[in-house]
């Protein structure tokens, strides 16, 4: 019986990683043949807080609202099988995502909402120096996210990301901006600016997802997070969150989208789903023998 082995895309690993924490990219790829103490604080007013049912009722709003646009991407080459998340922009059929998760693909199936059919995506265009790619999938009517402008996001802002870590489709994760301007390193080397830091937890999976805002609007593109144990190119580790994931920022995804859309980027052709391309499948959570890894030894 074939056996796949899951490991996590803990990629762009940083030249010197800071108390031995690895840069990384989120997307999963699959390869075929003690709490901290906590500190006591003041009590705050009653008027200075927030009742916690708020925080929940607009998790659940936003989530209600998105979860439909919300892709689970798998792309297949001659390296294996990578799986991330993408969203819809448009309501024929155009969806974002990043480009490392469909980069080489000869082979890329969609599969929208939490119940949709896994179907053919074709790749519209890609651009490495911003890690970003658009697809169309065949359809009318789709609900598209709404581009914020990612100009009047602020420190302390809520976040939302939806995405699909290590295969769990469609987990929705809070938190905050913890911090903007942030610099961080596209697969082609190229510096990629303005990027919004956020503590909600970005896992391998949720490469190319949303991190919404309150009002549900995309302000970002989730693409890459710092992992304690991913150690150094060719390390071993699950490198999964630890607080601190980056995020492309939505003005920049609306020009790329422009351009992508408009003509102006490199775009590939794909094939139809084909049972003897290698493993089609979602990647086996419950596989005993799984184990995650930097993948980007050897991958272009």
Sequence with gaps: MK???????????????????ALADASQRTSTPGHAA??????????????????QSTAKRVYDGAADSVAYISSTSIQGQATGTGFVVSADGLIVTN?????GAQQITVKLGTGGQTQAAQLVGTDASRDLALLKVDGSGLKALKLGDSDAVGVGDSTYAIGNPYGLDHTLTTG?????????????????????????????????????NDKGEVIGVNSQIVSSSAGSTGGGGEGGSVGIGFSIP????????GEAAGGGLSSGSTTTPDQTLPDQSAPDQTAPDQQYADPYAGIN
């Design 3 to 21: 056996t796949s082995r899951t490991i996590a895309t803990v990629a762009l690993v940083a030249a010197s990683a800071v108390g031995g924490a």
């Design 38 to 55: 906590r500190a006591a604080v003041p009590a705050a007013s009653s008027s200075a807080t927030r009742p916690v049912a708020d925080d």
């Design 99 to 103: 480009a490392h998760v469909v980069d």
């Design 176 to 212: 905050v901006v913890s911090a903007l301007h942030r610099e961080i390193q596209a697969p082609d080397g190229t510096t990629i600016s303005d990027v919004i830091q956020t503590d909600a937890a970005i896992n391998p999976g949720n490469s190319g997802g949303p991190l919404l």
């Design 250 to 257: 939505s003005n920049t995804v609306r020009s790329f989208i």
